[in-house]
């Protein structure tokens, strides 16, 4: 990949999109419950610009790969109703922009904010012991879908957090990590 002043330009241009994604997309997730399309396909085609400018072929091909990542991540839970559309399409925009592996820490890192954030949100509202039952069910579902324990989740019972939110948190330690140049996997290996 060219390193110029061109170059450098459109990382400062890439991060800086990267920024006001997160921060846009984190706002509309909490005030709204919605991650909107005009933002997550500009950023994925600005990404794939980005690439194609700073790399040419190969560049265009990196962008494109960090968003089919991206995507795969999160588009199998989609599917089984754990995210929504929006949730997969900021992923892709993300890996579209930063890459491969970016993508995999910024997604590992969501999933971390998601899971304390859920389980704060189910302790806040007493539905700890609900939430439990619920994914105990699920699991029997799973393997013995005729079973007298299996059942469909309510969906009123579910406790929904804004997923989008916890995508650009986990972004952002992602990002922080790039910067310091320590992972929390280093800092986890040394325990």
């Given at each position: 990949?060219?390193?110029?002043?061109?170059?450098?330009?459109?990382?400062?241009?890439?991060?800086?999109?990267?920024?006001?994604?997160?921060?846009?997309?984190?706002?509309?997730?909490?005030?709204?419950?919605?991650?909107?399309?005009?933002?997550?396909?500009?950023?994925?085609?600005?990404?794939l610009v980005l690439g194609l400018?700073?790399?040419?072929?190969?560049?265009?091909?990196?962008?494109?790969?960090?968003?089919?990542?991206?995507?795969?991540?999160?588009?199998?839970?989609?599917?089984?109703?754990?995210?929504?559309?929006?949730?997969?399409?900021?992923?892709?925009?993300?890996?579209?922009?930063?890459?491969?592996?970016?993508?995999?820490?910024a997604a590992f890192y969501s999933?971390?904010?998601?899971?304390?954030?859920?389980?704060?949100?189910?302790?806040?509202?007493?539905?700890?012991?609900?939430?439990?039952?619920?994914?105990?069910?699920?699991?029997?579902?799973?393997?013995?879908?005729?079973?007298?324990?299996?059942?469909?989740?309510?969906?009123?019972?579910?406790?929904?957090?804004?997923?989008?939110?916890?995508?650009?948190?986990?972004?952002?330690?992602?990002?922080?990590?790039?910067?310091?140049?320590?992972?929390?996997?280093?800092?986890?290996?040394?325990?």
């Amino acid at each position: 990949m060219p390193y110029g002043p061109l170059s450098q330009i459109l990382v400062v241009v890439g991060d800086a999109a990267l920024f006001l994604t997160i921060l846009v997309c984190a706002i509309s997730d909490i005030k709204d419950g919605i991650i909107p399309n005009k933002i997550t396909y500009s950023v994925l085609i600005l990404g794939l610009v980005l690439g194609l400018l700073n790399g040419g072929g190969s560049g265009f091909i990196q962008a494109l790969f960090g968003a089919a990542i991206g995507f795969a991540l999160l588009f199998f839970f989609y599917l089984w109703g754990g995210f929504g559309g929006g949730d997969v399409k900021l992923m892709a925009a993300i890996g579209a922009l930063k890459g491969y592996p970016f993508v995999i820490y910024a997604a590992f890192y969501s999933a971390i904010i998601g899971g304390i954030y859920s389980l704060a949100v189910v302790i806040w509202r007493g539905k700890l012991r609900n939430t439990m039952m619920n994914i105990g069910m699920y699991f029997v579902s799973l393997f013995r879908p005729n079973s007298a324990l299996a059942s469909k989740l309510d969906p009123a019972s579910s406790v929904a957090i804004p997923f989008g939110f916890c995508i650009c948190i986990g972004t952002l330690w992602a990002v922080l990590e790039g910067v310091i140049g320590r992972s929390a996997w280093q800092l986890l290996m040394r325990f």
